[in-house]
């Protein structure tokens, strides 16, 4: 079996639909990442995230984000950012774990009659990710391949957002029972599975993927994005876009 664990980076929404533009402090482009890893694999990823949390005399169950604050953690800069290296170098050593969509949200609300909101646009980029999903399973274990794909996000704490989960949950569901004009679906298990990333590394990973891929496009800072190619699904000629970089414009 294989789990996939999924964040993303970047807001989904921020479209003002009468002046057809982004409103204010809205990010150009959303970005969903996926980290896919064996389930064999599972335990081992956690005693390592645990260790390089030791390292920096973080507790073990404390919940590391991309986005969070160095000295809420009790960290100097210099050693928040040689912490985040060393988780992107870790998962880094997973080779084609990483999957990742990226949206540039403009083009996709003013081309795309199917994109009317965020729920729309994280739902097609859902769907462009678990395509490669199970491309990369097919790759791996042979096309046609039944090895089963359970997929992880981190869930939602308020009401608002709530609604976001069961709007992604029937996204899936679709996306699943459809799956795309290249490949079917039949890998994943029957539902999208929500838990609180503070208990799992697999979605801390997932989001460090998200927020190094992110930083890369909208900020054109390749610091962080370099260091994870290694992990990023190519194909047989190394090639990482298109195949586990997906630009959706």
Known sequence: MYIVFIDESGQP???????????????????????????????????????IKIKYGLKESCEIKWSCSYSKLGLTFEQYKNMKQDIIKMISEYK???????????????????????????????NLLMERVCMEISDRDGRNAMTPALMFTDSRKNDNNNKLDKELQIAYLRAKSLGTYYIKFSN????????????SCGIQCAD???????????????EFFNL?????????????????????K
Not at 26 to 31: I, P, V
Not at 112 to 124: E, G, Q
Request: hydrophobic share 35%; with cysteine.
């Open 208 to 222: 460090f993927c998200a927020g190094a891929i992110h930083k890369k496009f909208e900020l054109q800072d390749e």
């Open 188 to 199: 994943f298990c029957e539902s999208l599975v929500f838990i609180d990333s503070n208990y």
């Open 96 to 126: 084609n774990s990483v999957i990742s969509i990226i949206m540039d949200k403009e083009n996709c609300y003013r081309n795309r009659t199917d994109i009317k909101n965020h729920n729309d646009l994280y739902a097609f980029a859902l």
């Open 228 to 248: 994870l190619i290694p992990a990023i699904r190519k194909n047989k000629f190394e090639n990482m876009y298109g195949y586990g970089i997906k630009v959706y």
């Open 13 to 51: 929404g921020g479209w003002d639909n009468e002046k057809k533009c982004l409103t204010n402090n809205s990010s150009k482009f959303f970005t969903l990442g996926g980290f896919m890893i064996n389930s064999d694999k599972i335990l081992e990823l956690e005693s390592r995230f645990k260790d």
